[in-house]
């Protein structure tokens, strides 16, 4: 079993938060990382983020939900990802503001996260949108490249705007619902609750998503230790 792991950030978000997720990851994950860098060459690789962003940067935003453009890198750096592999049978997209505490092999893997029947692994919040910080992409399963080309043309021809939140979370969830409907399977290991959903899910004791300002500044969750998932120090292990 092949597996890759893929994220995204840019420079100034490295000197922030990134650099945390590139050391812990290198000290306890053995797996391949991809990186798109929004700073180098990532137009040149996917021009299609480029078109989006200069076709819909005038379009007027108060918050997240809307804010198109903000999510649009790492929609089109995951789904370039998945279009264009040959060689994994599972790819984990994992935010850049995470911190990587404990190590996984191949059998952690087809034990927790992954179903050779199920196209998708997420983190459900019940009515809420999911959290997006994980994404798993079953690659042998043969919808999962139509998926990814589902969600890329909902940006290429800007049908997100037809909706009423335009953040990544929100259109996965939409188009991963198409799919359900059609009869696909998805896999979800969120528990339905709202909230920092991963932290309570397996992935929790594994590594910590520090969404939002204030975790990032911290450099942790509050809710990994509130639920009694060992934290590591990144910095001197």
């Not at 903000?70 to 750096?77: E, H, I, L, N, P």
């Not at 019940?126 to 909902?154: D, I, V, W």
């Not at 059609?182 to 896999?187: A, D, F, I, L, Q």
Request: proline letters at 3%; one cysteine or more.
């Amino acid at each position: 079993m092949k597996i890759r792991v893929i994220t995204t950030w840019n420079q100034k978000l490295f000197q922030e938060y990134a650099h945390r997720f590139e050391l812990s990851f290198k000290r306890h994950w053995n797996f391949p990382l991809t990186v798109y860098n929004e700073d180098k060459d990532f137009f040149d690789l996917v021009p299609e983020c480029k078109e989006f962003i200069e076709r819909n940067k005038h379009r007027p935003h108060k918050d997240f939900l809307r804010d198109a453009c903000r999510f649009s890198y790492k929609v089109y750096a995951y789904t370039h990802a998945v279009i264009n592999d040959t060689e994994s049978d599972f790819i984990m997209g994992i935010d850049a503001d995470s911190v990587f505490y404990k190590p996984i092999d191949k059998v952690w893997i087809k034990e927790n996260v992954w179903h050779s029947d199920r196209m998708l692994t997420y983190l459900g919040r019940g009515s809420q949108y999911s959290e997006c910080g994980f994404l798993g992409f079953n690659m042998q399963h043969p919808e999962t490249k139509n998926f990814a080309r589902a969600m890329k043309e909902m940006y290429d021809k800007d049908k997100l705007f037809n909706l009423i939140e335009w953040h990544d979370s929100y259109i996965w969830d939409h188009v991963r619902k198409e799919f359900e409907t059609k009869g696909v399977n998805n896999y979800n290991i969120g528990d339905g609750g709202n909230g920092h959903v991963q932290a309570r899910s397996c992935l929790g004791p594994i590594y910590d998503h520090t969404k939002g300002t204030q975790r990032k500044i911290w450099g942790y969750s509050g809710e990994n230790m509130t639920l009694g998932n060992k934290r590591g120090d990144y910095e001197s292990r």
